[in-house]
């Protein structure tokens, strides 16, 4: 798809189709909903972050919200390389002397009033997060260098960041932060409710495996490990792919190798005892 913006043809992206189904948890994406919410004509949506370990679910609820909307969502990957242009618009060299300008992800939420996700926000640059600054302020437009045009955002576009607390990231500075706001944190889920997320992403999971798998997470959570239910995930799958489809009738020693390799060592100390 291609739309004009002052005589320049922009190519648009895809939105991401993923599925996903968010468990649980309401009252975070209570929130993430209510940040966008839009009360009054005067009202502006915020642009809220989503903060929380890895493996905590921050794109899964990102985009289950957008999906609330019942908008296309797009995902932007942002990375330590992510440029100012990569954010908004790259040229791209189309036959002799002539360029194809691409909208990003971004962009193309902008223009289509979809939601945009921009996951893992934290790895990228205070330059390329500069190129937004006019975005998530109340001029919510962007200015794109490399095709000289001026985009506005559709009145139903929303934006929301991922962020986690690992090393590889930057510091944002303060002018940035204080435009994602309100900050949600999302944090390990209460028993049934991990549960109910192991159930959702393995269907055909056994009881007595997501039991015990859900055991071991309660406990590494009340440690404050690091390890989240993606991990649980892996686990779950491995110790079944192990047992070859067939029936576990929970073996202590599957499970436990599949704990110790998809962790490590350290995380034995969590497996439930016999
Ligand atoms: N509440 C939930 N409902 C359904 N699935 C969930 C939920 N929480 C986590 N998951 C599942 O856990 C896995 C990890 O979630 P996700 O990728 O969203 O985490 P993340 O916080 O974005 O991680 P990272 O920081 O590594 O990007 C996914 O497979 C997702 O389906
Ligand atoms: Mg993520």
Same mark, same amino acid.
Request: no cysteine; charged share 25%.
């Given at each position: ?9 922009? !190519?648009?992206? !895809? ?5 996903? +189904? ?8 209570? =929130? ?26 921050? @794109? ?10 019942? $908008? ?6 942002? +990375? ?44 990228? #640059? ?17 200015? #794109? ?11 139903? /576009?929303?934006?929301?960041? @991922? ?6 990231? /930057? ?5 940035? !932060?204080?435009?994602?706001?309100? =900050? ?6 209460? $028993? ?25 997470? =309660? ?18 799958? /491995? ?7 067939? #029936?576990? +009738? ?10 110790? =390799? @998809? ?5 034995? $100390? ?5």
């Amino acid at each position: 798809m291609i739309v004009e913006i002052e005589g320049i043809p922009l !190519h648009l992206a !895809h939105p991401d189709e993923l599925p996903v +189904t968010w468990v649980g948890q309401e009252e975070v994406m209570r =929130q993430l909903l209510a940040a966008w919410l839009v009360i009054d004509a005067q009202d502006l949506p915020m642009n809220p972050r989503l903060l929380g370990k890895p493996g905590v679910g921050k @794109t899964t609820l990102a985009y289950a919200a957008g999906k609330r909307l019942g $908008r296309d969502v797009y995902i932007l990957q942002a +990375t330590v390389d992510t440029r100012p242009e990569d954010l908004l618009v790259t040229p791209v060299i189309e036959g002799a002397a002539k360029l194809r300008y691409v909208a990003s992800p971004l962009v193309t939420a902008m223009l289509r009033g979809g939601v945009v996700i921009l996951d893992e926000g934290n790895r990228m #640059s205070e330059k390329s997060w500069a190129s937004l600054a006019p975005l998530l302020d109340n001029r919510r437009y962007v200015e #794109s260098i490399v095709a000289g045009i001026k985009i506005k955002a559709h009145p139903l /576009f929303r934006l929301v960041a @991922t962020m986690n607390d690992d090393a590889s990231t /930057f510091d944002l500075p303060e002018y940035i !932060h204080s435009r994602l706001q309100p =900050q949600i944190m999302i944090d390990f889920p209460e $028993r049934h409710e991990e549960m109910a997320i192991l159930r959702e992403n393995l269907p055909f999971g056994e009881d007595q495996v997501l039991d015990y798998v859900t055991e071991f997470l =309660q406990q590494a959570h009340m440690a404050d490990e690091r390890y989240t239910v993606r991990d649980g995930v892996n686990i779950a799958r /491995f110790a079944m792919k192990l047992a070859n489809g067939n #029936s576990l +009738t929970l073996n202590h020693d599957l499970m436990r190798v599949a704990i110790l =390799q @998809t962790l490590g060592e350290e995380a034995l $100390r969590y497996a439930p005892g016999r």
